[in-house]
């Protein structure tokens, strides 16, 4: 019997198990197991994220993980998570050194770059005599789905609409009346799917496509 559960750290590793299932020829999956665990373990260290997945005979067939987005963020996902995950990246990446070569990686460069610079940041040495900066605005609250995966034999069986349902169902628990999400505009399955489920077509930039839907 299927069963839809809130995450929690000891289910980490069924849903690492299925992230590398579900995107085999990922990065983050060829970074191993153990970097995987730490990546996912970012949706819940903030009650802004949650994650969530499918059980089934307790093992992990299919998860999804977002946040709720007001504009007062440090860092977006993608930052957000290198940063959680920065020290496992970099043993991953010195235990498996051709991955500098993985073209998912390559694409990130400057992403990674960006994020070396906020890590390795000098801090003042004489907080009170900085600026106060501005609060950050809080703006609309968006649901961000950050990711989806169902494992690999559980594909074209429904759970990824499960999954979205799911999804759906937390932002309006949250009141929330946008949610949102990037894929790349090459996914043609993916785009499909998240159509078929009532998202539309909002931007195109590069190769990423961003997609909303509203829940008025």
């Excluded at 590398?20 to 153990?34: E, V, W, Y």
């Excluded at 307790?58 to 007062?72: A, H, L, N, R, V």
């Excluded at 609060?135 to 609309?140: C, H, N």
């Excluded at 999954?163 to 505009?185: C, D, G, H, P, Y």
């Amino acid at each position: 019997m299927n069963e839809i559960i809130n995450s929690k750290s000891t289910d980490l590793e069924k849903i690492a198990v299925c992230h590398r299932s579900a995107f085999p020829d990922s990065l983050s999956s060829k970074m191993g197991i153990t970097y995987l665990k730490k990546m996912i373990e970012w949706y819940i260290t903030d009650e802004k994220r949650f994650l969530f997945h499918i059980e089934e005979n307790e093992k992990c067939i299919g998860y999804c993980g977002g946040m709720i987005q007001d504009g007062t963020e440090a860092t977006g996902s993608a930052s957000g998570m290198i940063q959680y995950s920065f020290n496992e990246a970099i043993k991953a990446i010195m235990l498996r050194p051709w991955l500098l070569f993985h073209k998912e990686l390559i694409s990130k460069y400057r992403l990674i770059y960006k994020n070396f610079k906020m890590r390795f940041k000098k801090k003042d040495l004489n907080p009170k005599k900085k600026p106060a900066g501005k609060k950050p605005e809080v703006k609309e609250r968006k649901a961000g789905l950050v990711v989806i995966g169902v494992s690999a034999n559980y594909q074209g069986k429904g759970f990824g609409s499960v999954l979205l349902r799911e999804f759906e169902n937390r932002a309006k628990e949250k009141k929330i009346n946008l949610m949102e999400l990037t894929v790349r505009n090459d996914n043609a399955a993916a785009i499909k799917s998240y159509e078929r489920n009532g998202w539309v077509r909002f931007k195109l930039a590069g190769n990423s496509l961003e997609m909303h839907k509203n829940l008025n």
